[in-house]
C-alpha cells in the first residue's frame, strides 16, 4: 500500500466545538474504538477506517485499555496504525483513552486505585506507541476506593506528562461534583464527563449530569448515540407476533447474536417509537440514525457524540448528520 497522505480536505466540512471552558476544540462526531478495532478484526479495514476518519476531520479517537477483543488490542492496532500512516499527523489528533474497568488478573487490575490506574495507562501508551495521551479517563466510579485516591492519581498523571487532560467516564453525580472541585483545586480541571446518552436512554439529563457538566465549563460526550443500533433502520423490519415471538431481525445484528441487544427488548412500544421517529426522519430529510445524532447534538452542552464504525461507509453515513 502507497505512503498515506491526510486529505488536504480534511477540515473542510467538520464542525469543531469548544470543550467546556477549556482551548480544546472537538469534532461534534468523534470516532470510539469499543468495537472492530481489535485483534479478531481484519488490519487493513480497521485501518482504513481510522485513515477516512482523519481525511474527514474526525480528529478525536477514543479508547479504553481493555476494548478489543483482546483486551488492550484496539490499543495495539491503534499504535500500529500510528506507524504505518498518522504518525506525521500525531498533533492533529486527541487521543483519550480509559481505565477502570477488568482488565488483568489479581487484585490490582479493575477499577479506580493509583496503583491500577497508573500501571494501565504505561501499558496503554506501550501498545499505542505514544509518548503521551491527549485526555486520561477514570473509566468509572469506584465505590470502594477514597475518590482522592483516584482523582490524585489522575493530577498526578498529568504532571508526570502522561496526558495533557483527564476525564471521568460513568461517574454518579455526587462523585462528579467532588471531582471537579478536587481536580479544579489542584490545577487539573476537569476536561469532559462521557456518559451513555441517546433518545432511549436520557439518564444523563434526568440525573442532572450534562446540566451539571454545562453550568460549571465541563464538556460532555456521549457514547452509544444510536443504542447499539436500536437508532438505525436496522430494526425497523421487526415484529412481533401474538406468541411474543419477534420476527425479521437481521441475522448479522447484534440482537441476532445477542450481543449487548437481546430480541425481548423489542416489545410493541419500542416498535411503534422507533417506526414514529423515523417517519419523523423521513420528512425531515434524514434518516432515522442522522436523527439520533442530531438529536444528541442539540441538547445543551453536548461536545461531541462517539461512534463506532463497522467500515469507512458506516463513518461516512454517521458523518451526515
Known amino acids: 500500500m502507497e505512503k498515506y497522505t491526510a486529505a488536504e480536505s480534511r477540515y473542510d466540512g467538520m464542525e469543531f466545538r469548544r470543550c467546556g471552558q477549556s482551548g480544546v476544540l472537538l469534532p461534534k462526531v468523534s470516532l470510539g474504538m469499543w468495537h472492530n478495532f481489535g485483534s479478531v478484526d481484519a ?17 478525536h479517537l477514543d479508547l479504553a485499555n481493555n476494548y478489543g477483543p483482546a483486551y488492550g488490542s484496539a490499543e ?28 488483568w488478573p489479581g487484585p490490582y487490575g479493575n477499577w479506580g486505585s493509583r496503583k491500577y490506574l497508573m500501571a494501565s495507562l504505561d501499558q496503554s501508551l506501550k501498545r499505542m506507541h505514544l509518548d503521551y495521551v491527549d485526555l486520561f479517563y ?18 498526578d498523571i498529568v504532571r508526570q506528562g502522561k496526558a495533557l487532560y483527564v476525564g471521568i467516564s460513568n ?39 450534562l446540566d451539571f457538566c454545562h453550568q460549571n465549563g465541563i464538556g460532555f460526550i456521549a457514547f452509544s448515540p444510536l443504542a447499539q443500533g436500536l437508532l438505525t433502520n436496522r430494526y425497523l423490519q421487526c415484529q412481533t407476533g401474538a406468541d411474543g415471538s419477534i420476527s425479521g431481525i437481521p441475522g448479522d445484528s447484534r440482537m441476532a447474536r445477542a450481543k449487548f441487544l437481546r430480541p425481548e427488548m423489542l416489545t410493541d412500544d419500542l416498535l411503534r417509537q422507533l417506526h414514529q421517529w423515523n417517519d419523523e426522519a423521513q420528512a425531515e430529510g434524514r434518516t432515522l440514525s442522522e436523527k439520533a445524532l442530531r438529536w444528541i447534538l442539540e441538547q445543551q452542552g453536548v461536545t461531541s457524540v462517539l461512534v463506532g464504525a463497522s467500515s469507512t461507509e458506516q463513518l461516512q453515513a454517521n458523518l451526515r448528520c
Open 43 to 59: 488490519y487493513e479495514r480497521s485501518r482504513q477506517i481510522l485513515r477516512y476518519a482523519l481525511d474527514h476531520g474526525v480528529t
Open 76 to 103: 495495539e492496532t491503534l499504535g500500529r496504525v500510528m506507524d504505518d500512516d498518522l504518525r506525521p499527523y500525531r498533533d492533529e489528533l486527541f487521543i483519550s483513552t480509559k481505565a477502570g474497568y477488568d482488565m
Open 138 to 155: 477514570s473509566h468509572r466510579f469506584d465505590p470502594e476506593t477514597p475518590v482522592t485516591e483516584t482523582l490524585q492519581a489522575l493530577v
Open 171 to 209: 461517574w454518579p453525580l455526587e462523585p462528579l461534583r467532588q471531582a471537579a472541585d478536587y481536580l479544579k483545586a489542584h490545577d487539573t480541571p476537569l476536561l469532559i464527563y462521557q456518559g451513555r446518552l441517546n433518545m432511549l436512554n436520557r439518564a444523563p439529563i434526568e440525573q442532572g449530569i
